[in-house]
Each structure stands twice: as C-alpha cells, then as structure tokens.
C-alpha cells in the first residue's frame, strides 16, 4: 500500500462547471502524476509533478491545470469541464526514491468523473 | 503509430492453461518494461517489472523482454479464475518521466 488517496471517487458534472480531483500521499514521494484512462488508449498522462510548486505537462494536458503547494497533495484542475473529459482519472506516485531509477508506479483507486 | 501497441483481446482461456500476452513498441529508447495487473474497477498494479533485455521470472509469471525486435511478452502458468484481470504493458526511457501504456488486454480465466 503506497499511501495514496484520491478523491473524489465518484462525480457527476455538467459542461462548463470547474472540477478540482486530489490526490494526498502519506509518503513523500517526489514524483506524482495524472493519468486518465479510457476504452482503446490505455493510461495517457495529464500532467505530472516532480517537487513542490514543479510540474510538467504530458501528451493530453490540453484543458487540465495542476498544482503542488505541498508534498503530499498533488490537484488536477478542470477549469470548464467538456463531455470530452469523461474519464476514469488516476494519480500515481512513482516508487524508489529519489535517486532510485526504479519503474514501479504505484496508483490509486480512481476517480471516476462524468460530465453531462 | 502508437508508441507502444497491445492486442485489446478479449482473450478467454480454460483454467490451467498457459497465456502469452504480448506488446511491441516503437522508441529504442525504452530502457525499463512493465507489467501492471488491473481487475475492474482498481487502480492497475505492478505485476513485473525488468530491465533492458532478457527474462524474469515470479512464481507463475514469466515476463521476456525482446529489444532487437522491440517485444515484450508475459507468460503466465497454471491460469488461475483469479488471474482475470487487464493487463497493461508500460515501457520507460533512462530519464524520460512518463511512462507509456498499451492499452492493455483483458484475459478471463474460466473455471
């Protein structure tokens, strides 16, 4: 159990309402991530962190804000919500440490958000 | 071209059978490969995990890295109902943060 909580679980929207998900660890992984996943695509990645206030984005970061003001809580922001970004939404901590090389990603439950 | 592809199945296997799943990727780059495991509704979790070329082996699953023709494969004995689950490959570079999924192939195991 890598300490990772996501939330909410479950949302339902309506197009154009802003929609903030968290992300909170209990283990002061340097590195947390975005991902969402859908039918045919798999995992892609939002946005990533690797530090406080240190973000990058990923390869469908188009419509999505984030922000880490502490370690522990990494947010995915959706400023206006499209049907579009129906999703089920992952965060990630990448495990090992900082200086490890490792490839593990250990991953919450999910959030899964509707936007009618 | 998808950097790393996966057949999405379904693949249906009778109990005790021996499974091969199967992704092939683009970037030489790719240094680490992964097996993630994710039964419905879960977040996906690391089932293997090897680096560079070569096999590796926990218990029931065998996972055999291919870098000359860009193949990685996961083998799993003694197919348990258990088993059924999706499986996603993940492909990472030396210094590269993201990493690439299949999209994953969903196995049932049947009693």
């Known amino acids: 159990d890598a300490g990772i909580t996501q939330s909410p679980r479950h949302k339902v929207t309506e197009t154009g309402t802003p929609v903030t998900l968290r992300c909170h660890q209990t283990e002061n992984h340097r590195y947390m991530y975005w991902y969402r996943q859908d039918p045919g695509h798999g995992l892609r990645l939002i946005h990533y962190s690797y530090g406080v206030k240190d973000t990058d984005k990923g390869e469908v970061s188009d419509g999505y804000s984030v922000s880490r003001s502490k370690t522990e809580d990494f947010l995915l922001t959706l400023e206006s919500a499209t049907s579009s970004q129906t999703s089920v939404y992952f965060c990630a901590l990448r495990g090992g440490g900082e200086q490890a090389n490792t490839g593990e990603l250990f991953f919450g439950e999910g959030s899964r958000l509707t936007v009618l | 071209q998808k950097e790393v592809e996966q057949d999405p199945g379904p693949l249906s296997v009778p109990e005790g059978a021996i499974v091969s799943l199967n992704c092939t990727y683009s970037?030489?780059?790719?240094?680490?490969f992964m097996w993630y495991r994710q039964y419905s509704r879960k977040g996906p979790e690391l089932l293997m995990y090897t680096y560079s070329s070569g096999n590796k082996e926990d218990g029931r699953f065998t996972a055999q890295v291919d870098k000359s023709s860009k193949y990685i494969s996961l083998f799993i004995r003694d197919s348990q109902p258990s088993d059924s689950a999706t499986y996603l490959c993940?492909?990472?570079?030396?210094?590269?943060?993201?990493?690439?999924f299949g999209p994953g192939t969903r196995l049932s195991v049947l009693p």
């Open positions: 970037n030489s780059a790719f240094q680490y």
């Open positions: 993940a492909t990472r570079d030396n210094y590269g943060q993201n990493f690439v």
